[in-house]
Nanobody, 125 residues
């Protein structure tokens, strides 16, 4: 079992930055691939970024968001720069077992076994 707790969300203005954190407990998080998803009001949950051996991003955040991890702290982060109102959503941290199957399906939320409770990010124009 892995427990995930997100933090760092808040209300910011367009162009500002935020850094989300996801603290993992339970089994060693370093053995899992980690990802961030988000869900805006009235929309389905969507993939944002993931980290295994490499990092992956959805096109809309490339160049603005950076996913990273600190295995010593059992944590994963999402640095979000140049935030825009369309980034407003609840952001979720998720964990999945590493492997070629994860690499192939990393953008699918069904691939992930563990989820945090989410943290709200609101970007005003």
């Amino acid at each position: 079992q892995v427990q995930l707790v997100e933090s760092g969300g808040g209300l910011v203005q367009a162009g500002d930055s935020l850094r989300l954190s996801c603290a993992a407990s339970g089994r060693t998080a370093s053995s899992y691939a980690m990802a961030w998803f988000r869900q805006a009001p009235g929309k389905e949950r969507e993939f944002v970024a993931a980290i295994g051996t490499l990092t992956y991003y959805t096109d809309s955040v490339k160049g603005r968001f950076t996913i990273s991890r600190d295995n010593a702290k059992n944590s994963v982060y999402l640095q979000m720069n140049s935030l825009q109102p369309e980034d407003t959503a609840v952001y979720y941290c998720a964990a999945a077992r590493k492997g070629p199957e994860w690499v192939r399906t990393k953008r699918s939320q069904q691939r992930y076994d563990y989820w945090g409770q989410g943290t709200q990010v609101t970007v005003s124009s």
